[in-house]
């Protein structure tokens, strides 16, 4: 590990002190936490762009979370960072995905805009500080410091101001560590090309639509060359192996030259960076933007995904408002969360304990509550 990389003996610590770990480092054992915990399991039926029920070969926010972790831990590797550390950010930054993918958290952002909204981010980190019942010594995984850092990618000001160190980042402009920064870029890649992958699957998308992305034209070309009678999933495949490949090698490159540059010496200099030092190339941050919006407008805009988007927003909403309306719809466990949050959210804790328990639901279980609350 270079030493612009997390180390693990220099972390900033758990908030309630443990004794370390025998044979393995924090970070790995922060990744192992992660991997043991409920909310990890819910990832499976959890929807990334299509509902789970849909088909059982779309992406789910298990399989994108793996990808996430594949590609990020590839790129750890050659630029001398922290894979540990990487894994765990990984795996862990999509925890407080609502059910129905961003449909699920546009519903609950606007149900509790009076109480501040709702943001996917935000809530990982309170499934890791907060929602984990599973330690006898303390709430959520009490993970280490860099971890969580790594899982808050955006934050409001007014939220920063609450959450103490791990938010102070966004009041003082400053930047998270290499590994985090790897980590959300590695989304980024992950999402694009799985999106393009289910896209045709799903045949809301075709194969001349996505032609019109240089990106993508140039990995057709390139397969079709060399294998010109190729089509089907073997061709699908063959373009996106390329495009990760170029994403990838693109952005490992030009990392390292802005390592080599600002020749940071610890972690402390990369946060105090005047800039994020794992990036894209123009050329590349160009063509990767490009891409995006051909997926934004054909398929997230899609009048398929928009109907299903649509009843999304009717389940969340529809929950909420029973919930909010009469507390003794919801589980006895979770009208108990009401109490338990009234020291802490004062008059809001009746809108955190319903936010808190729909955030967590997966798709599937969500269908099901709206059906036991509705239907007759
Ligand atoms: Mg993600």
Not at 47 to 57: A, K, M, P
Not at 96 to 101: I, L, R, Y
Request: net charge neutral.
């Amino acid at each position: 590990m270079k030493c612009y990389a997390a180390h693990p003996e220099l972390s900033k610590g758990r908030q309630f002190n443990e004794p370390s770990p025998t044979y393995r480092s924090e970070f790995q054992r922060d990744r192992d936490r992660i991997i043991h915990s409920t909310s990890f399991r819910r990832l499976e039926y959890k929807t990334q762009v299509f509902v789970n029920h849909e088909g059982d070969l779309y992406r789910t926010r298990l399989t994108h979370s793996l990808e996430v972790a594949q590609i990020a831990r590839s790129i750890a590797r050659a630029l001398g960072l922290n894979e540990d550390l990487t894994e765990a950010i990984a795996l862990a930054h999509d925890l407080g995905h609502t059910p129905f993918g961003h449909a699920g958290q546009d519903a609950l952002n606007h149900c509790n805009k009076a109480l501040g909204g709702f943001e996917h981010n935000h809530q990982s980190l309170r499934v890791v500080d907060w929602l984990e019942h599973s330690y006898a010594d303390f709430h959520g995984l009490n993970l280490c410091f860099e971890t969580r850092e790594g899982i808050l990618k955006h934050c409001h000001l007014k939220q920063a101001r609450e959450l103490g160190e791990v938010g102070q980042r966004f009041i003082d402009q400053t930047h998270a560590s290499l590994e985090a920064q790897l980590t959300n870029i590695a989304d980024e890649i992950a999402y694009n090309n799985h999106d393009i992958d289910d896209g045709l699957r799903s045949g809301l998308i075709k194969i001349k639509d996505l032609r019109e992305v240089a990106l993508f034209e140039e990995a057709y070309v390139a397969v079709i060359s060399r294998y010109p009678t190729l089509d089907g999933r073997r061709l699908i495949h063959e373009i996106i192996r390329r495009i990760i490949g170029r994403l990838v090698v693109d952005l490992t490159k030009t990392s390292e030259s802005n390592l080599l540059l600002a020749q940071v010496k610890n972690i402390e200099e990369v946060r105090q960076y005047p800039q994020e030092l794992i990036q894209f190339s123009t050329e590349m941050r160009i063509a990767s933007r490009e891409l995006k919006k051909l997926l934004r407008e054909k398929l997230y805009f899609h009048h398929k995904v928009y109907r299903m988007s649509h009843k999304a927003n009717m389940i969340v909403t529809g929950l909420y408002q029973a919930f909010m309306d009469d507390v003794r719809l919801l589980p006895p466990e979770h009208q108990q969360l009401v109490k338990d949050y009234q020291q802490h959210y004062g008059e809001q804790n009746k809108s955190r304990a319903v936010v808190d328990y729909i955030a967590g639901m997966t798709d599937r279980y969500a269908r099901q509550e709206y059906q036991r609350l509705f239907e007759v």
